[in-house]
């Protein structure tokens, strides 16, 4: 069974703390994904990566970064939480050939930060 | 700018009690339009892709169809483990990265 694996469901950290979220695929997928899920505000894209060391911005940048060394693992570091970084954090992969495939997600992390 | 709009945002049934969640889209070109079901505390669960109008997909009890300004996702004759929130995505023409709906809240009742 094909899966998109995040390392944690939940999580608490600190104001200031660095914090970094994986994610793992198991599809050879060449394309991943980092969204946040705010309720009232939907999905929204924070970074996506098309490939190995490559990285995009999405719409929701500013306080992020992200890490791709190898194909299946896809990082998402917060520099210095911050309590407006509360939320739900959703990765998801698809293949490249099909890039108008529907994603594979994670099951998500719910991170707080107090 | 391309936006995705999801209605209504919050729909209860009676088990058994058919009906239709609607996603209208306005983009330039569609390159694909994709359905997901999202349980609570959880990462979505991939559905369907339309990609023309005129085409329908169907999986157990929900069947997705595809106009030029929106698609439909009927429900016939649902249960209680259809409730779900189901989110749409488009992903316009000339862009690799899909818009996203803020989804309905779907419950049946037993």
């Known amino acids: 069974d094909v899966k998109v694996t995040q390392s944690s469901r939940y999580l608490v950290k600190r104001t200031g703390e660095k914090v970094f979220l994986e994610c793992v695929q198991d599809?050879?997928?060449?394309?991943m994904f980092w969204y946040r899920q705010d309720p009232g505000l939907g999905l929204r894209l924070i970074y996506f990566s098309y490939d190995v060391k490559m990285k995009e911005k999405g719409d929701i940048p500013e306080g992020y970064s992200v890490s791709r060394e190898k194909k299946e693992r896809f990082s998402l570091i917060l520099e210095s939480a911050s309590t407006n970084q509360t939320s739900m954090y959703l990765c998801?992969?698809?293949?490249?050939?099909?890039?108008?495939?529907?994603?594979?997600f994670g099951s998500g992390t719910r991170l707080t930060v107090v | 700018e391309d936006q995705v709009t999801q209605s209504p945002e919050a729909l209860r049934l009676q088990e058994g009690e058919s009906s239709s969640l609607n996603c209208s889209y306005t983009v330039s070109g569609l390159r694909g339009l994709f359905w997901y079901r999202q349980d609570p505390g959880k990462g979505p669960e991939f559905l369907f892709t339309l990609y023309s109008a005129g085409e329908e997909k169907e999986k157990e009890r929900l069947k997705a169809t595809l106009t030029k300004k929106e698609s439909f996702l009927h429900i016939t004759a649902p249960k209680p483990e259809d409730s779900a929130t189901y989110l749409c995505a488009v992903q316009p023409g000339g862009s690799y990265i899909p818009t996203f709906g803020r989804g309905t809240s779907l419950i049946v009742h037993p």
């Open positions: 599809m050879d997928h060449e394309n």
């Open positions: 998801a992969s698809r293949p490249a050939a099909g890039q108008s495939h529907g994603y594979t």
